[in-house]
Structure formats: C-alpha cells, structure tokens
C-alpha cells in the first residue's frame, strides 16, 4: 500500500494536520505543534489577514478584560504592553508579529473559507471553493463569538442611515458630531457608548437589561516599566502568573458558588454605580435585578462616565420598529438617528458550524450537537475521529483567559499524537461512554454556579437550559488536561483501520 495512504503512525510518517482558522488558537497550534516535531501543517483561514476575534473586532474603545501579560503566549512573552488591559490595535499588531516571527505566514490559506469535512476511513477529506485535501488530523481553531447575531426589528432594512453589527464596524459611518444609536448594553456596548460619549452630537444607548459593571482598572504603563519588562529575565512570566492567579482566585470561586466572594463581587459593582451615576432614577433603570457574575461581568469604567452626560441617553423603552428616520420606541417616541450600531452579540453555539462535518458513519455534526452542542473535553466528539476543537463545547471560557486555554489544549493533542505515533493508532475518539459521564458531571456541576443560580438568561444557557461551560475551579482545568488519560478514546490500530479500508469508499456513497 502507498504510505500516504496508509495511516501515517504505521507508515513510519509524521501526520498531515490542517488547522481551521488563525485567530489566537490557530496561531499556538502552529507553534505548539511544529515544537513538537509536527511540521506538515496547513491552516485554513476564511479571511485575508490573521487574528481571529481581534481582526473582526475594530470598533472604538476596543480592549480585554484580561491583563496583558496573561492574555500573550508563553512562547512570545510581550514586555511592550502599552496598558495593563490592552488595546484591541496592539493585540492585533502582537498576534502579526507572533505570525511574522514564528514564520507562521507561509502555512496560511488566507481567503479559503473551509466548506465541508468527510471522514474517509482514519482521515479527513477537506474541502474549499478552490478544491480539496486529504489530512490526517484536523483541528478546528474557530473561536466561539464569531457568528454574529442580528435582531429581528421590523423594519431594519428601512433606515436611511448606517446600520451595522459591532464586529462589521465600517470606518466612514457617520459618528463625530453625528446622531448615533446603540442597542446593547453588554461589554461591546459599553466601550463603544464610553468611546463615542464625547465624539457624538447624541448617542441614545438602547437597553433591554441591565449589566453589573466592575470597575476596569486600567492603566499605561510607563516607558521605565516596559524597560524593566524588556532587560529583566522571567519578569513578563511572574506577571502573568500573578495576574493568572489574581483572577482565578477571585473571580473563579465567585462564579464556583463561593457566597462571600460573589458578594465582594456584587459590593464592588454597586459602589461602582453609586459613585458615578448620581442621578438616582437613571442609577435604579442601570441597576440588574439578577446576581453579579450571572451574565459574563461587563469589565468596563467608561460607561457610566458617559451615560450621565448631557448629550448620551439611556433608552428603557423597547423598540418596536426602525423606521427611515431612526428609530421607535414602544412609548411612540421616535429616536431620530444618523449611525444605528448593533451590539447584539453572537451565536455562541455555532464553533465550526456552518462548515459540513460529516463523521465516520456518515452523520452530520451539526445534527448531533442541534442547539446544544457538547464535547468530551471540550476537544472531541465520539464519531468524529482525529477531529480536535480549540475552546470548543463546555470549554472554560468564563473565567480563564483563552490565550492559556488554547495552549493548553494544544498540548493535550500534541501528547494525543505521540502516542499515536508510538502505538501504532490509526484514530482516536472519544469513547460514547466518556463522552456522556464527562458532560453529565459537568451539567451537574454547572446547577450550583452563579451562571445557574444568579437568576439570569445569558449566552452561556444553550437550548439544553443549562450553561455550556466548564463548571469546575481553573485548577481542576489545568490538572486533568496536563495528561491525556487514553482509556478514555477508542484506539484504533493502524492494522484494523486498513482491513476496514473499504469503510471509505461506503461513506463517500452515503455523503455525495
């Protein structure tokens, strides 16, 4: 049998990887993998430049929640942060020079959008507008927000003005001096409303619910600082397990269901209102009814500033229509607009979707997860073999920076192919066992978190009615992703998939 043909661990061969997108997890797994001694990879990105979420993403105001140092690669540690929370323009400009000096460019399909995966027998048929391959893993580094949502207001085509969501922000769009609508009051929202507070002739910020705000604590950093960070050795790694370890043993047992931690939380963001907002009827339409750390923390200390200024308006009324003008509330009051900025979120269940994945006995992935998708270890699905997910399903997206995340991740699959290559496997899946006990403990757990229990509808709650997140302290993240425990996949050996070869030729029928 020709040895691109058989499985590569039995052929004596290193394997053929595609990875799908090169957002922050594309760009580790290159890194990560090719340490590791992969080096046939290819990665498939739908758009022309690198950078995920942070090239979608330009709107003003634009920055993290997570402080600079954690929210950077282990392998390029950045001593150059201009501010404590970086600005969403430095962190594109460091995922390009992660990019650049890491010779990642040359492995990239830009503008090559990836439409369908076939598993054909131990391997994966991709395929594009422009064609199709043939890889022995895939990995899909898609992101989680990257699908946006747009509301269904009667209407929305009728406006004159500019209409856009947050993540499509256009550049010429009416704002300095403009009449400017905001609907949203998420962390999006908030630091567009903080940015645009002092630029618009009107900004009328529209709200359905309320958000607790904690305060950001932002700061640039001085050039003695970033020359510290630079000449002293392993101080850009102390600050990002500091910073690490802040956050996780703050905000990790507040939303685990530690009372008086929650409490801090929740004390924090009503002395933060209370001191800014002064008027007490605008205070009591911004104060939530629900738990601090139910919906994900809106991390933010320009939205109230801007909220009480004398050109900025909170609308409480619900919309009822756009019409060419603007648009009209519920209370008849028509909101006269020239820029309408829809900061209404994304569809946080999609992952790889809408790409077609079709999985080794011909079923659709998109029929399997429906509108609750799930994965064992956020990272796999039985019947989809050699398929990896970076931050997928379940994944702890709600109080660990995703930089961390996806390294670890990555190196989990890296330990997955070297035993791979020195078993001999073929394939490994997660088995329907595991799969199941894995997602039930977690669908457990998650009932006695803050985003189960706060008494709140958020983006975390799929149509199974419960969070889809990682419900354990960030500890127990770390210790049971250092290893691989291999009982827990089906195995198949190089010898068994090549007996069942003709397997491949009945998924092809099943799926043309």
């Known amino acids: 049998m020709d040895d691109t043909l058989m499985p590569w661990a039995a052929a004596g061969r290193m394997p053929k990887i595609a990875i799908i997108g090169s957002g922050l997890s594309g760009l580790a797994a290159v890194v990560h993998l090719r340490k590791a001694g992969y080096d046939d990879v290819t990665v498939y990105e739908k758009a022309a430049a690198v950078g995920g979420t942070w090239r979608d993403n330009r709107y003003p105001g634009l920055s993290c929640d997570i402080a600079s140092y954690w929210y950077s690669f282990t392998f390029a540690p950045n001593p150059r942060w201009s501010h404590r929370y970086p600005l969403g323009e430095e962190i594109r400009a460091y995922l390009e020079k992660v990019t650049d000096d890491f010779d990642i460019r040359r492995c990239i399909r830009f503008e090559t959008p990836v439409e369908r995966l076939v598993s054909i027998g131990q391997r994966w048929r991709l395929v594009t507008r422009h064609g199709e391959d043939t890889y022995d893993i895939v990995i899909s580094a898609t992101g989680i927000l990257h699908h946006p949502k747009l509301p269904e207001i009667p209407g929305l085509r009728d406006f004159r003005g500019r209409v856009f969501h947050s993540s499509r922000w256009e550049d010429d769009a009416p704002v300095d001096g403009a009449r400017v609508g905001v609907i949203g009051t998420g962390s999006t929202a908030a630091q567009i409303v903080g940015a645009l507070g002092a630029r618009c002739a009107r900004l009328s910020c529209f709200q359905r619910t309320p958000q607790w705000m904690f305060p950001l604590l932002q700061k640039r950093y001085s050039g003695w600082w970033k020359w510290l960070m630079a000449r002293v050795p392993g101080l850009p790694r102390l600050m990002y397990h500091a910073h690490r370890l802040a956050l996780e043993r703050t905000l990790g047992p507040a939303t685990m269901g530690n009372t008086l931690m929650q409490r801090l939380f ?221 009982a827990e996949y089906e195995l198949t050996p190089a010898q068994a998939s090549t007996e069942r070869s003709h397997f491949r030729d009945q998924a092809l029928e099943r799926v043309e």
């Open 266 to 486: 929740e004390w924090t963001c009503r002395w933060n209102l209370q001191r800014t907002v002064k008027d007490s009827d605008l205070r009591r339409k911004l104060t939530p009814d629900y738990r601090a750390g139910c919906k994900r923390l809106v991390i933010c200390s320009t939205f109230y500033e801007a909220i009480v200024r004398d050109n900025v308006e909170l609308v409480t009324d619900a919309i009822e229509r756009l019409e060419p003008e603007g648009v009209r509330t519920r209370d008849g009051r028509l909101h006269a607009l020239d820029t309408l900025v829809l900061c209404t979120g994304f569809h946080s269940n999609r992952f790889i979707l809408p790409v077609d994945v079709i999985g080794s006995e011909g079923q659709r992935l998109a029929d399997v997860w429906g509108e609750a998708p799930r994965a064992h270890r956020a990272m796999s699905v039985p019947g989809f073999p050699n398929l990896w997910f970076l931050e997928g399903p379940g994944g702890p997206v709600g109080n660990i920076s995703l930089v961390s995340v996806s390294e670890i991740q990555i190196r989990y699959i890296v330990q997955v192919l070297d035993a791979m290559r020195r078993r001999g496997l073929a394939a490994v899946s997660p088995r329907r066992l595991s799969f199941e006990r894995y997602n039930a403990d977690l669908a457990q757990a998650v009932r006695r978190t803050i985003w189960a229990t706060g008494g709140c509808r958020s983006w975390y709650i799929d149509a199974s009615g419960d969070p889809n997140l990682y419900a354990h302290p960030p500890a127990r993240f770390y210790r049971d992703m250092r290893r691989p425990d291999l």
